[in-house]
């Protein structure tokens, strides 16, 4: 059985990387998403509204961060506005909606986003693009194909 995974497909800037997901080698149909780093301030800012005190004890609350990240960060592949996004719409095909609701995602890649987003913000997910596709001040082009996370 194949495995459903995640993979970084393209990089614009220093704070743009674009996904898509696959079923084995093959890319999963309207699941391609550019994503775009909001900034340290508004990420510290996000995991301090994660933590809560109620009744003198601290509460973990993540839906607050998954809410806001795919608010403010993850947006559809509809229309491409450059020569990357044109390349890689031709590659994949276009994701048929600009934004993306946790409701409407499938199950099978809930899971997958679930991984996804830590990496994200944190930046370690930065770490798994070629250096060959970094320039000096930290933007570059296509990031080539990556395996990011999997889930069976």
């Known amino acids: 059985m194949s495995k459903t995974q995640i993979e970084v497909v393209g990089q614009s800037g220093d704070r743009n990387i674009y996904i898509q997901f696959f079923k084995g080698a093959e890319p999963v149909k309207g699941q391609l998403w550019k994503l775009q780093y909001p900034g340290n301030k508004i990420v510290d800012e996000w995991s301090e509204d994660m933590v809560r005190s109620k009744d003198g004890e601290l509460q973990l609350k993540s839906s607050f961060r998954t809410e806001k990240f795919f608010k403010s960060c993850v947006m559809g592949v509809t229309d491409p506005v450059d ?70």
């Open 83 to 152: 020569s990357l996004e044109e390349e890689l719409v031709e590659q994949y095909g276009a994701t048929p909606t600009k934004t993306l609701k946790r409701d409407d995602i499938h199950p099978r890649l809930y899971g997958l986003w679930g991984k996804l987003i830590p990496r994200f913000l944190d930046g370690s997910i930065w770490d798994d693009l070629p250096e060959s596709d970094e320039t000096a001040n930290g933007s570059g082009d296509k990031g080539g194909d990556r395996k990011e996370d999997q889930e069976e």
